[in-house]
């Protein structure tokens, strides 16, 4: 019996990888809708906002030359970013969301110059 709890948590945890999912690319700006997560009832903080960001690297040496190529892409949770009703203290949240879009303009300028 215990391991047949064990292999369902196991499951469990293998099934919580969120699926939905969009980049900064695709949706720049946040809105409420966006936000679909439920949020815990013990939270303090009025929003919280999931995401993550992805990437991939190639190095390859070709006739001596060195080629890097590279793909970088923030991604937002839909599921998994949650709000209050407090919308007025929640604006200033989301604001500062886009930050994470900042960054990564940020990192793609520093790495077309190498």
């Known amino acids: 019996m215990m391991k047949l709890a064990w292999c369902f948590v196991f499951l469990l945890v293998l099934n919580s990888n969120p699926s939905e999912y ?3 690319a695709d949706h720049p700006v946040l809105t409420w809708e966006d ?3 439920i949020p815990p009832q013990n939270a303090r903080h009025f929003a919280s906002v999931n995401t993550g960001i992805a990437y991939s690297y190639e190095v390859k040496i070709l006739n001596g030359d060195f080629h890097l190529s ?3 892409e923030s ?4 599921q998994l970013s949650w709000k209050k009703i407090y919308k007025k203290v929640v604006e200033i949240y989301l ?3 886009n930050c994470i879009g900042i960054f990564l303009k940020f990192m793609l300028e520093n790495l077309e110059q190498l």
């Open 22 to 24: 969009f980049t900064y």
């Open 35 to 37: 936000f679909k997560g």
């Open 70 to 72: 590279y793909e970088i």
């Open 75 to 78: 991604q937002f949770y839909p």
């Open 95 to 97: 604001l500062t969301s």
